[in-house]
């Protein structure tokens, strides 16, 4: 299970200079979550050795290798080595994700690993972070409906691995010659925008469309139980996690710590997921003019035929991937 270190984050109160006040990490001793003299969230990490390397300073994020620390533990002060991960991100959207992604960090270094391991995993978090400081560019619905997809995949590893790296990429998922998108809608209806390439599939490719309703619920699930929900099945497989992180920070950017409490039915989306043949769906099908480009429409799939999974697993065995649970 992934760690929830929000709910393990001591509550401010006051320090002596340079004490962190903590929590050990259930399940991986030797790592702390905490605060430090200032109030601030940081994560302990402990290491086999204690190698020292350059520090690490970016906006929302400061890494102190091999740190000596005053360590307090229910009042008990003790004296440490530890590799501190300090939130440096004001407010708390920020904070809550900090936190988040540290518990993605947690399970790549495991268990008491070197301080190479630690520092691998840190440079690969400050490349997250570095994506914070973009504008959004996709909208929360939209990405939450691809996550819907991966949530409810047969195989969660391979479904991450065959998402886009960029939102300028024509299909959200591509498994060998299958290429799949996901368009989400907030008014239960199967409206959606496409580009006329989306439709203009290349020979030898099978297109499909996943349609999925996002209706926003104050009390449903948040993005963020979602993502936990969905490392919980990766659980032997953090690395994935982190590629799912890398992912979301590349679209989201700066929107991203805010987009983690959106609320949606959780529900309603698992339930409305349908499939649909891009071939077949309403569209702008005639050859463009060469001096045409960049054309945009948008189609009502009311009376779209819907594809059966079991019978789209047959025909393109690519879907398995994708393929939902229930």
């Known amino acids: 299970m992934v760690v929830d270190l929000a709910a393990l984050l001591p509550s401010r109160g006051a320090l002596a200079p340079e004490v962190f006040s903590v929590v050990p990490i259930p399940g991986y001793d030797g790592h702390y979550v905490g605060r430090d003299d200032q109030g601030r969230a940081c994560v302990l990490l402990g290491s086999t050795d204690k190698g020292t390397r350059a520090p690490v300073r970016l906006g929302g994020l400061d890494v102190q290798y091999a740190l000596t620390c005053v360590v307090s533990l229910d009042g008990v002060e003790t004296l440490d080595t530890l590799t501190v991960v300090t939130s440096t991100s004001a407010g708390e959207h920020g904070e809550r994700y900090f936190l988040h992604v540290l518990a993605t960090l947690i399970g790549i270094v495991g268990f008491k690993p070197t301080i190479a391991v630690v520092a691998e995993a840190v440079t690969q978090l400050a490349g997250i972070f570095q994506k914070l400081a973009v504008t959004s560019r996709e909208s929360v619905t939209g990405v939450i409906g691809e996550l819907v997809l991966i949530a409810s995949s047969s195989d969660p590893?391979?479904?991450?691995?065959?998402?886009?790296?960029?939102?300028?990429?024509?299909?959200?998922?591509?498994?060998?010659?299958?290429?799949?998108?996901?368009?989400?809608?907030?008014?239960?209806?199967?409206?959606?925008?496409?580009?006329?390439?989306q439709c203009d599939v290349p020979t030898g490719c099978r297109g499909v469309l996943a349609s999925v309703f996002i209706e926003k619920s104050a009390g449903g699930m948040t993005m963020e139980r979602l993502l936990a929900h969905i490392a919980n099945r990766l659980t032997h497989r953090p690395t994935a996690a982190f590629t799912l992180e890398q992912t979301l920070a590349s679209t989201l950017g700066s929107g991203l710590p805010e987009a983690l409490g959106f609320g949606f039915d959780y529900e309603l989306a698992v339930t409305s997921l349908a499939f649909f043949d891009l071939s077949d769906i309403p569209a702008i099908r005639d050859q463009l003019n060469p001096l045409i480009s960049q054309v945009r429409f948008t189609s009502d799939l009311g009376e779209a035929v819907t594809l059966n999974p079991e019978s789209l697993l047959?025909?393109?065995?690519?879907?398995?991937?994708f393929k939902p649970m229930h």
């Open 157 to 197: 590893v391979a479904a991450i691995n065959g998402w886009r790296c960029d939102v300028d990429e024509r299909y959200d998922f591509v498994a060998g010659p299958l290429r799949l998108e996901v368009k989400s809608s907030m008014a239960r209806r199967r409206v959606h925008g496409f580009s006329y390439e």
């Open 314 to 321: 047959a025909t393109c065995p690519d879907f398995a991937v």
